[in-house]
């Protein structure tokens, strides 16, 4: 299994307050995703990282801040939780070259709830 | 832009019996293509890929996939079905430049298996 753990594993907060998600890799790989998971929209990108202090944006990223200090940490801030950004959220990475290109390793997610 | 359609949000097969997951895609650029599989509380992990080649392409388990690029389809089968591929999969589909792996994923269908 690849390296990737997530925490923490589950959440509660309420609206109004920031929570920190971290994503905490031992690949060395260069690519590191987060996505949300919401019934019947299945996997949205938030934002990713193509290397230190490099990220960008996803299709869902409003109200979502990333920062990779780190090439194994990425963290997902949500600076003022809302009850919509209720979800569990997985961080994938990927080597990004060559025959590996489009294969995500997951972590087994951090469920989010926003009272 | 690309996109992905997958018809059926529940199918339900016997032990035994063949297994059909359909996926249509759009994409403006010639694609890659994925299936991936969710366990109940895992993340995803990959059960096949067509990236270029040979379009009828084999994965885990026993699934296959074919990529029919005049139907825009890349429907996921396998002759018997097992009790042990009760889960949820996803399709997803990814332009083919670039090397970030920022696949855009479908809305998930989750097969049941009864005996």
């Known amino acids: 299994d690849a390296g990737i753990t997530q925490s923490p594993r589950h959440k509660v907060t309420e609206t109004g307050t920031p929570v920190t998600l971290r994503c905490h890799q031992t690949?060395?790989?260069?690519?590191m995703y987060w996505y949300r998971q919401d019934p019947g929209h299945g996997l949205r990108l938030i934002h990713y990282?193509?290397?230190?202090?490099?990220?960008d944006k996803g299709e869902v990223s409003d109200g979502y801040s990333v920062s990779r200090s780190k090439t194994e940490d990425f963290l997902l801030t949500l600076e003022s939780a809302t009850s919509s950004q209720t979800s569990v959220y997985f961080c994938?990475?990927?080597?990004?070259?060559?025959?590996?290109?489009?294969?995500?390793?997951f972590g087994e997610g951090s469920r989010l709830t926003v009272l | 832009a690309q996109s992905v359609t997958q018809l059926g949000s529940h199918v339900s097969v016997s032990e035994g019996a063949l297994v059909l997951l359909r996926c249509n895609y759009s994409?403006?650029?010639?694609?890659?293509l994925f299936w991936y599989v969710q366990y109940p509380n895992q993340g995803l992990q990959l059960l096949l890929k067509?990236?270029?080649?040979?379009?009828l392409v084999k994965g885990i388990n026993g699934f296959e996939a074919e990529f029919k690029k005049s139907e825009t389809s890349f429907h996921l089968t396998k002759p018997s079905a097992h009790m042990s591929d009760a889960a949820e999969y996803f399709c997803?589909?990814?332009?083919?430049?670039?090397?970030?792996?920022?696949?855009?994923f479908g809305t998930g269908t989750r097969l049941q298996v009864t005996l």
């Open positions: 994938a990475i990927s080597a990004g070259s060559g025959s590996s290109t489009g294969e995500l390793f």
């Open positions: 690949e060395n790989h260069r690519y």
């Open positions: 990282s193509y290397g230190v202090k490099d990220t």
């Open positions: 994409s403006s650029v010639p694609p890659y």
């Open positions: 067509y990236t270029t080649g040979a379009t």
């Open positions: 997803a589909v990814m332009p083919n430049t670039g090397t970030a792996s920022k696949l855009t």
